[in-house]
Protein backbone atom coordinates (compact mmCIF):
# COMPACT_ATOMS: atom_id res chain seq x y z
CA UNK A 1 0.00 0.00 0.00
CA UNK A 2 1.33 3.34 -0.93
CA UNK A 3 2.39 6.13 1.50
CA UNK A 4 -0.44 8.13 0.99
CA UNK A 5 -3.37 5.88 0.79
CA UNK A 6 -2.03 4.80 3.92
CA UNK A 7 -2.15 8.79 5.31
CA UNK A 8 -5.47 9.49 3.80
CA UNK A 9 -6.84 6.79 5.80
CA UNK A 10 -5.24 7.46 8.83
CA UNK A 11 -6.85 10.94 9.03
CA UNK A 12 -10.05 9.67 7.67
CA UNK A 13 -10.27 7.31 10.75
CA UNK A 14 -9.28 10.63 12.82
CA UNK A 15 -11.66 13.05 11.45
CA UNK A 16 -14.19 10.22 12.34
CA UNK A 17 -13.91 10.39 15.89
CA UNK A 18 -14.81 13.99 16.25
CA UNK A 19 -17.84 13.33 13.74
CA UNK A 20 -19.10 10.33 15.86
CA UNK A 21 -18.91 12.75 19.32
CA UNK A 22 -20.98 15.87 16.85
CA UNK A 23 -23.50 12.98 16.30
CA UNK A 24 -24.04 12.08 20.05
CA UNK A 25 -24.23 15.46 20.77
CA UNK A 26 -27.26 16.20 18.34
CA UNK A 27 -29.01 13.31 19.27
CA UNK A 28 -29.08 15.04 22.33
CA UNK A 29 -30.63 18.64 20.87
CA UNK A 30 -32.77 17.37 17.84
CA UNK A 31 -36.33 16.35 18.74
CA UNK A 32 -36.68 13.48 15.33
CA UNK A 33 -32.72 12.61 16.00
CA UNK A 34 -33.42 12.12 19.85
CA UNK A 35 -36.66 9.86 19.33
CA UNK A 36 -35.07 8.11 16.92
CA UNK A 37 -31.65 7.42 18.77
CA UNK A 38 -34.65 6.42 21.98
CA UNK A 39 -36.41 3.76 19.56
CA UNK A 40 -33.07 2.17 18.47
CA UNK A 41 -31.91 1.85 21.75
CA UNK A 42 -35.24 0.53 22.98
CA UNK A 43 -35.53 -2.40 20.34
CA UNK A 44 -31.90 -2.87 20.95
CA UNK A 45 -32.21 -3.15 24.66
CA UNK A 46 -35.10 -5.94 24.11
CA UNK A 47 -33.25 -8.09 22.02
CA UNK A 48 -30.78 -8.27 24.38
CA UNK A 49 -32.58 -9.06 27.02
CA UNK A 50 -34.19 -11.30 25.39
CA UNK A 51 -31.38 -13.26 24.45
CA UNK A 52 -30.32 -13.40 27.85
CA UNK A 53 -33.26 -14.53 29.58
CA UNK A 54 -33.96 -16.95 26.68
CA UNK A 55 -30.26 -18.73 27.59
CA UNK A 56 -31.17 -18.40 31.75
CA UNK A 57 -34.53 -20.10 30.97
CA UNK A 58 -33.09 -22.89 29.04
CA UNK A 59 -30.20 -23.90 31.48
CA UNK A 60 -32.80 -23.74 34.39
CA UNK A 61 -35.00 -25.99 32.05
CA UNK A 62 -31.99 -28.34 31.86
CA UNK A 63 -31.38 -28.54 34.96
CA UNK A 64 -34.72 -29.36 36.45
CA UNK A 65 -35.45 -31.65 33.88
CA UNK A 66 -32.13 -33.41 34.83
CA UNK A 67 -33.11 -33.66 38.43
CA UNK A 68 -36.77 -35.10 37.17
CA UNK A 69 -35.24 -37.83 35.87
CA UNK A 70 -32.37 -38.55 38.66
CA UNK A 71 -35.46 -39.01 40.51
CA UNK A 72 -37.31 -41.03 38.21
CA UNK A 73 -34.30 -43.34 38.10
CA UNK A 74 -34.00 -43.60 41.33
CA UNK A 75 -37.78 -44.45 42.27
CA UNK A 76 -37.61 -47.31 39.32
CA UNK A 77 -34.78 -48.72 41.27
CA UNK A 78 -36.65 -48.84 44.62
CA UNK A 79 -39.18 -50.46 42.91
CA UNK A 80 -37.12 -53.10 41.19
CA UNK A 81 -36.01 -54.44 45.13
CA UNK A 82 -39.69 -54.87 46.49
CA UNK A 83 -40.88 -57.75 45.29
CA UNK A 84 -44.94 -56.78 43.71
CA UNK A 85 -47.61 -58.39 41.75
CA UNK A 86 -49.19 -56.22 40.06
CA UNK A 87 -52.22 -56.76 37.82
CA UNK A 88 -52.88 -55.51 33.75
CA UNK A 89 -55.19 -52.83 35.30
CA UNK A 90 -52.89 -51.79 37.45
CA UNK A 91 -50.07 -51.67 35.17
CA UNK A 92 -52.29 -49.87 32.59
CA UNK A 93 -53.63 -46.90 35.07
CA UNK A 94 -50.12 -46.52 35.84
CA UNK A 95 -48.92 -45.74 32.49
CA UNK A 96 -52.06 -43.62 31.50
CA UNK A 97 -51.18 -41.71 35.13
CA UNK A 98 -47.53 -41.15 34.21
CA UNK A 99 -48.65 -39.83 30.86
CA UNK A 100 -51.23 -37.27 32.72
CA UNK A 101 -48.07 -35.65 34.49
CA UNK A 102 -45.78 -35.92 31.42
CA UNK A 103 -48.84 -33.60 29.63
CA UNK A 104 -49.71 -31.58 32.69
CA UNK A 105 -45.74 -30.31 33.01
CA UNK A 106 -45.29 -29.59 29.21
CA UNK A 107 -48.87 -27.28 29.82
CA UNK A 108 -47.41 -25.69 32.43
CA UNK A 109 -44.16 -24.80 31.01
CA UNK A 110 -45.86 -23.77 27.62
CA UNK A 111 -48.84 -21.42 29.74
CA UNK A 112 -45.88 -19.90 31.74
CA UNK A 113 -45.80 -16.04 30.59
CA UNK A 114 -43.26 -14.52 28.98
CA UNK A 115 -41.06 -11.94 31.05
CA UNK A 116 -42.00 -8.35 31.20
CA UNK A 117 -38.99 -6.18 30.20
CA UNK A 118 -38.56 -2.95 31.69
CA UNK A 119 -37.57 -0.27 29.23
CA UNK A 120 -34.78 2.14 29.88
CA UNK A 121 -34.86 5.78 30.82
CA UNK A 122 -34.96 8.39 28.13
CA UNK A 123 -31.69 9.29 29.42
CA UNK A 124 -30.06 5.78 29.33
CA UNK A 125 -31.82 5.15 25.66
CA UNK A 126 -30.39 8.47 24.13
CA UNK A 127 -26.93 7.59 25.36
CA UNK A 128 -27.27 4.05 24.55
CA UNK A 129 -28.46 5.08 20.81
CA UNK A 130 -26.31 7.39 20.05
CA UNK A 131 -23.35 5.56 21.34
CA UNK A 132 -24.92 2.74 18.76
CA UNK A 133 -25.06 5.57 15.68
CA UNK A 134 -21.55 6.65 16.15
CA UNK A 135 -19.85 3.42 16.37
CA UNK A 136 -22.07 2.15 13.74
CA UNK A 137 -20.79 5.28 11.88
CA UNK A 138 -16.74 4.28 13.04
CA UNK A 139 -16.87 0.80 12.14
CA UNK A 140 -18.84 1.76 8.51
CA UNK A 141 -15.50 4.31 8.14
CA UNK A 142 -13.02 1.29 9.16
CA UNK A 143 -15.00 -1.76 6.55
CA UNK A 144 -15.03 1.29 3.74
CA UNK A 145 -11.48 1.88 3.79
CA UNK A 146 -10.48 -2.10 4.31
CA UNK A 147 -12.33 -2.55 1.40
CA UNK A 148 -10.89 0.33 -0.69
CA UNK A 149 -7.75 -0.90 0.37
CA UNK A 150 -8.53 -4.63 -1.08
CA UNK A 151 -9.91 -3.23 -4.19
CA UNK A 152 -7.26 -1.69 -5.02
CA UNK A 153 -4.67 -3.80 -4.42
CA UNK A 154 -6.16 -6.59 -6.33
CA UNK A 155 -6.37 -4.05 -9.34
CA UNK A 156 -2.92 -3.35 -9.10
CA UNK A 157 -2.15 -6.63 -9.21
CA UNK A 158 -4.44 -7.74 -12.10
CA UNK A 159 -3.09 -4.91 -13.80
CA UNK A 160 0.55 -5.74 -13.28
CA UNK A 161 -0.27 -9.77 -14.30
CA UNK A 162 -1.77 -8.04 -17.67
CA UNK A 163 1.41 -6.04 -18.20
CA UNK A 164 3.60 -8.79 -17.57
CA UNK A 165 1.63 -11.45 -20.01
CA UNK A 166 1.59 -8.55 -22.64
CA UNK A 167 5.60 -7.91 -22.21
CA UNK A 168 5.88 -12.03 -22.41
CA UNK A 169 3.88 -11.80 -26.21
CA UNK A 170 5.86 -8.95 -27.24
CA UNK A 171 9.19 -11.02 -26.61
CA UNK A 172 7.80 -13.89 -28.10
CA UNK A 173 7.10 -12.22 -31.52
CA UNK A 174 10.33 -10.07 -31.48
CA UNK A 175 12.19 -13.37 -30.97
CA UNK A 176 10.19 -15.40 -33.76
CA UNK A 177 11.19 -12.20 -35.95
CA UNK A 178 14.75 -12.33 -35.60
CA UNK A 179 14.62 -16.01 -36.09
CA UNK A 180 13.24 -15.56 -39.11
CA UNK A 181 14.97 -12.43 -40.29
CA UNK A 182 18.40 -14.42 -39.09
CA UNK A 183 16.97 -17.97 -41.19
CA UNK A 184 16.86 -15.32 -44.40
CA UNK A 185 20.05 -13.96 -44.22
CA UNK A 186 21.55 -16.96 -44.11
CA UNK A 187 19.71 -18.31 -47.08
CA UNK A 188 20.99 -15.35 -48.40
CA UNK A 189 24.44 -16.20 -47.26
CA UNK A 190 24.57 -19.70 -48.64
CA UNK A 191 23.41 -18.82 -51.96
CA UNK A 192 25.95 -16.46 -52.37
CA UNK A 193 28.34 -19.30 -51.37
CA UNK A 194 26.65 -21.97 -53.83
CA UNK A 195 27.30 -19.19 -56.31
CA UNK A 196 31.01 -18.72 -55.73
CA UNK A 197 31.27 -22.47 -55.36
CA UNK A 198 29.43 -23.53 -58.38
CA UNK A 199 27.56 -26.22 -56.09
CA UNK A 200 23.93 -26.46 -55.35
CA UNK A 201 22.39 -24.72 -52.60
CA UNK A 202 21.04 -27.98 -50.51
CA UNK A 203 25.10 -29.18 -50.48
CA UNK A 204 25.76 -26.44 -48.40
CA UNK A 205 26.35 -26.74 -44.64
CA UNK A 206 24.24 -24.35 -42.27
CA UNK A 207 25.44 -21.81 -39.49
CA UNK A 208 22.59 -21.49 -37.35
CA UNK A 209 22.39 -23.75 -34.80
CA UNK A 210 19.77 -26.55 -35.05
CA UNK A 211 17.12 -24.88 -32.56
CA UNK A 212 16.25 -22.57 -35.38
CA UNK A 213 15.65 -25.12 -37.98
CA UNK A 214 13.12 -26.52 -35.87
CA UNK A 215 11.32 -23.84 -35.53
CA UNK A 216 11.52 -22.76 -39.19
CA UNK A 217 9.82 -26.27 -40.05
CA UNK A 218 7.04 -25.73 -37.51
CA UNK A 219 5.79 -22.42 -38.63
CA UNK A 220 6.21 -23.32 -42.71
CA UNK A 221 4.67 -26.96 -41.95
CA UNK A 222 1.10 -25.01 -41.18
CA UNK A 223 1.36 -22.93 -44.60
CA UNK A 224 2.13 -25.52 -46.72
CA UNK A 225 -0.66 -28.06 -45.45
CA UNK A 226 -3.27 -24.93 -45.98
CA UNK A 227 -1.79 -24.79 -49.70
CA UNK A 228 -2.32 -28.06 -50.75
CA UNK A 229 -5.84 -28.05 -49.49
CA UNK A 230 -6.45 -24.60 -51.32
CA UNK A 231 -4.65 -26.42 -54.33
CA UNK A 232 -7.24 -29.74 -53.97
CA UNK A 233 -9.96 -27.62 -53.39
CA UNK A 234 -9.59 -25.11 -56.81
CA UNK A 235 -8.99 -28.10 -58.71
CA UNK A 236 -12.25 -29.03 -58.45
CA UNK A 237 -14.02 -25.86 -60.05
CA UNK A 238 -12.79 -24.72 -63.24
CA UNK A 239 -11.15 -21.86 -63.52
CA UNK A 240 -12.20 -19.12 -66.25
CA UNK A 241 -8.66 -18.97 -67.72
CA UNK A 242 -7.60 -21.41 -70.22
CA UNK A 243 -5.42 -23.86 -68.09
CA UNK A 244 -3.87 -25.44 -71.38
CA UNK A 245 -2.36 -22.04 -72.10
CA UNK A 246 1.33 -21.49 -71.14
CA UNK A 247 2.73 -18.92 -69.75
CA UNK A 248 5.74 -16.70 -71.51
CA UNK A 249 9.34 -18.40 -70.89
CA UNK A 250 10.96 -16.56 -68.16
CA UNK A 251 14.52 -15.38 -69.93
CA UNK A 252 17.50 -17.32 -67.72
CA UNK A 253 20.16 -15.31 -66.79
CA UNK A 254 23.71 -16.98 -68.36
CA UNK A 255 26.72 -18.02 -66.15
CA UNK A 256 28.85 -14.15 -67.20
CA UNK A 257 25.56 -12.43 -65.83
CA UNK A 258 25.60 -14.04 -62.87
CA UNK A 259 28.63 -13.77 -62.01
CA UNK A 260 28.71 -9.81 -62.73
CA UNK A 261 25.68 -9.17 -61.06
CA UNK A 262 26.99 -11.12 -57.79
CA UNK A 263 30.39 -9.25 -57.89
CA UNK A 264 28.69 -5.57 -58.48
CA UNK A 265 25.74 -6.66 -55.33
CA UNK A 266 27.15 -5.78 -52.14
CA UNK A 267 26.66 -9.29 -51.25
CA UNK A 268 29.59 -10.34 -52.92
CA UNK A 269 31.80 -9.09 -49.86
CA UNK A 270 30.77 -11.38 -47.94
CA UNK A 271 32.19 -14.21 -49.82
CA UNK A 272 35.21 -12.71 -50.27
CA UNK A 273 35.80 -11.95 -46.98
CA UNK A 274 34.79 -15.50 -46.21
CA UNK A 275 38.11 -16.81 -48.69
CA UNK A 276 41.05 -18.08 -47.28
CA UNK A 277 44.12 -16.09 -47.65
CA UNK A 278 42.03 -12.72 -47.64
CA UNK A 279 43.91 -9.34 -46.02
CA UNK A 280 41.96 -6.55 -45.73
CA UNK A 281 43.64 -3.38 -47.37
CA UNK A 282 45.81 -2.04 -44.96
CA UNK A 283 46.04 2.38 -44.42
CA UNK A 284 49.70 2.18 -46.00
CA UNK A 285 48.41 0.25 -48.85
CA UNK A 286 46.01 3.26 -49.35
Not at 41 to 52: S, T, V, Y
Not at 61 to 81: F, G, L, P, Q, V
Request: with cysteine.
Amino acid sequence: MSLTLKLSSLVIRTLSKPIANKIKAQAREHERFRRLCVSMAQAIHRIDMRLKLGVLRDTAAIEEKAAKEAAEAAARKHRSKVPTAKTEVEVQAEKEATEEAKKKAIEEVKAKPLPRIRPLSESKAIDSGANFISETFLFLVAGGLIVFESWRSRRKETSRRSDVQDRLVELEESEKAARRALGILEKELLEIKAQQAKIPVKQMKRILPQEVWEDEVQEVAPIQEDQTWLSKIRSYFPSSTNTTQTSPAIPTPTEEETTATASDSPHSIIPSLLKPGHTSPSPKDS
